[in-house]
């Protein structure tokens, strides 16, 4: 079980903590919980799905446990959906995870928890204790910011395929 899963497993836990060795030690914290708890697994749904949950508690666990998710209080949230059409044709996996990586913790949590892991808005307020509309800002933030992010990348593409080095 450890050979095949622990790979994704840990890759997210890295998703939502940066410090890799510390994302280590919730991974190792989150197997132990798989472990502990493989019998109330009861079949229904997906195993690794389970699994996940687990994983994504704990990371949440322990990023509150160190007070590292900086959510910015409720503000109304906006209803901006950026175009990525072309965007990520162009980019690596690893780059997008890059600048997923790099936004604010706060934006990268709820953005990681809706758009990549699928909870819904009032999971995550429930997750993180926050109000439904703090988790809805928080998430078209990271999206504005994605999007400004992705652009740069693009534009910085588009120079090295011209053979310029970008002005970053």
């Given at each position: 079980m450890y050979d095949r899963y622990s790979s994704r497993?840990?890759?997210?836990c890295c998703r939502y903590i940066k410090?890799?060795?510390?994302?280590e030690d919730v991974w190792?914290?989150?197997f132990t919980k798989i472990l502990n708890k493989i019998d109330q697994y009861t079949g229904e749904g997906n195993?690794?799905?389970?699994m996940r949950k687990i994983v994504v508690n704990e990371s949440l666990s322990y990023l509150r446990k160190h007070k590292n998710m900086y959510l910015e209080t409720d503000i109304e949230a906006a209803d901006y959906e950026p175009d990525y059409?072309?965007?990520e044709a162009h980019l690596e996996a690893e780059d997008l995870m890059k600048i997923i990586e790099a936004l604010p913790a706060g934006y990268r949590i709820v953005f990681n928890l809706y758009a990549i892991?699928?909870?819904s808005h009032k999971e995550i307020a429930e997750q993180l204790n926050?109000?439904?509309n703090t988790s809805k800002s928080q998430l078209s933030r990271a999206r504005v910011a994605l999007q400004k992010s992705l652009q740069e990348a693009?534009?910085?593409?588009l120079y090295k395929q011209k053979g310029y080095e970008p002005n970053r």
């Open positions: 497993l840990y890759a997210l410090d890799k060795m510390e994302a190792i914290t989150a195993f690794e799905g389970w059409q072309n965007l892991d699928g909870y926050i109000s439904e693009e534009q910085d593409l």
